[in-house]
């Protein structure tokens, strides 16, 4: 199978590139050229959102699979059905739980809760601004989920990624937060009724990426670990693995830490389940990932 990647060398990225790898795949990575890809993966330079400089870069290369790292707007979804389409049978976006942000709901949330054919896109939004983008993160996944399902018919999948833990390298400063409020007592903000959430294993998400690349479903897939985790359960393995002491302050207004949700959005994995992909239990590896974050054993 050959397989293009668009992004995809940090993070989980870098771990789906292994494993492709490993299948005996044949791996493409396009991206700004601002990373070295790994031996044995043949390297394309373009910005993504340039449609002209895209076209030139791929030529006349053909895919089976496309796995999409980076796609997080309607108008970045366009391009990729324009471009990519004549160029695979299969385009596989990483998406996120965020396009659930105006669930609130008593049990855990279901593909059908967000139907992309029902989403309106406004692709004339100040997608191209960082500040716009960052605070949009979960409404521009869903219009760019929405341009991949309009018609005419396209081969595409969105896998819903939930939060996703471990890794030494985990670049979002998530983790740190709450340990370095443990380490020394400072109180962690959380709203007044916390509601658990899902989460995957960094290593766990690369794994059903990689499946999902060589499957055939179409359409959106939540992705997560059976056993949803609360703030406090987090910071218990924190505090297990580094000492310290957890203090929590309820606050009904004002910013939160990054793991705690004032409204219920876990998502449900049974259809992932059904199409035959095992999850793990969140139990089983929540010490290990953050243990790699934190770098201790």
Same mark, same amino acid.
């Given at each position: 199978?050959?397989?293009?990647?668009?992004?995809?060398? +940090?993070?989980?990225?870098?771990?789906?590139?292994?494993?492709?790898?490993?299948?005996?795949?044949?791996? @493409?990575?396009?991206?700004?050229?601002?990373?070295?890809?790994?031996?044995?993966v043949?390297h394309?330079? /373009?910005?993504?959102?340039?449609?002209?400089?895209?076209?030139?870069?791929?030529?006349? +290369?053909?895919?089976?699979?496309?796995?999409?790292?980076?796609?997080?707007?309607?108008?970045?979804? /366009?391009?990729?059905?324009?471009v990519?389409?004549?160029?695979?049978?299969?385009?596989?976006?990483?998406?996120?739980?965020?396009v659930?942000?105006?669930?609130?709901?008593?049990?855990?949330?279901?593909?059908?809760?967000?139907?992309?054919?029902?989403?309106?896109?406004?692709?004339?939004?100040?997608?191209?601004?960082?500040?716009f983008?960052?605070?949009?993160?979960?409404e521009?996944?869903?219009?760019?989920?929405?341009?991949?399902a309009?018609?005419?018919?396209?081969?595409?999948?969105?896998?819903?990624?939930a939060?996703?833990?471990?890794?030494?390298?985990?670049? @979002?400063?998530?983790?740190?937060h709450?340990?370095?409020?443990?380490?020394?007592?400072?109180?962690?903000?959380?709203?007044?009724?916390?509601?658990?959430?899902?989460y995957?294993?960094?290593?766990?998400?690369?794994?059903?990426?990689?499946?999902?690349?060589?499957?055939?479903?179409?359409?959106?897939?939540?992705?997560?670990?059976?056993?949803?985790?609360?703030?406090?359960?987090?910071?218990?393995?924190?505090?297990?693995?580094?000492?310290?002491?957890?203090?929590?302050?309820?606050?009904?207004?004002?910013?939160?830490?990054?793991?705690?949700?004032?409204?219920?959005?876990?998502?449900?994995?049974?259809?992932? @389940?059904?199409?035959?992909?095992?999850f793990?239990?969140?139990?089983?590896?929540?010490?290990? /990932?953050?243990?790699?974050?934190l770098?201790? +054993?």
């Open positions: 199978m050959n397989v293009l990647i668009i992004g995809g060398n +940090r993070y989980f990225g870098k771990r789906l590139t292994s494993r492709l790898l490993e299948s005996g795949h044949g791996v @493409t990575i396009l991206n700004r050229g601002s990373s070295e890809v790994p031996m044995g043949d394309l330079i /373009a910005d993504r959102n340039d449609e002209a400089a895209l076209e030139s870069a791929l030529g006349d +290369r053909v895919f089976d699979v496309v796995v999409d790292q980076v796609c997080y707007t309607p108008r970045q979804a /366009a391009i990729a059905r324009r990519l389409g004549p160029r695979t049978r299969r385009y596989v976006m990483t998406s996120t739980v965020e659930y942000e105006y669930e609130n709901s008593p049990g855990p949330v279901r593909e059908e809760a967000v139907d992309p054919r029902t989403v309106t896109v406004d692709p004339d939004l100040p997608w191209d601004e960082t500040e983008l960052d605070a949009h993160y979960g521009g996944k869903r219009q760019a989920e929405a341009v991949l309009a018609g005419p018919a396209f081969p595409y999948a969105a896998v819903r990624v939060h996703v833990l471990g890794g030494g390298d985990d670049f @979002t400063g998530r983790v740190d709450y340990a370095d409020r443990i380490r020394v007592g400072e109180p962690i903000c959380v709203p007044t009724e916390n509601h658990p959430a899902t995957v294993y960094v290593e766990e998400i690369a794994e059903f990426l990689a499946w999902a690349a060589e499957a055939s479903f179409t359409g959106p897939v939540n992705a997560h670990s059976h056993g949803p985790l609360t703030t406090a359960d987090i910071c218990a393995e924190i505090e297990r693995r580094i000492g310290g002491r957890t203090v929590f302050q309820e606050v009904e207004v004002g910013e939160v830490s990054p793991f705690s949700f004032a409204r219920s959005y876990g998502m449900d994995n049974s259809r992932a @389940t059904a199409l035959g992909f095992s793990s239990h969140s139990t089983e590896w929540l010490g290990q /990932a953050l243990s790699e974050t770098g201790v +054993r």
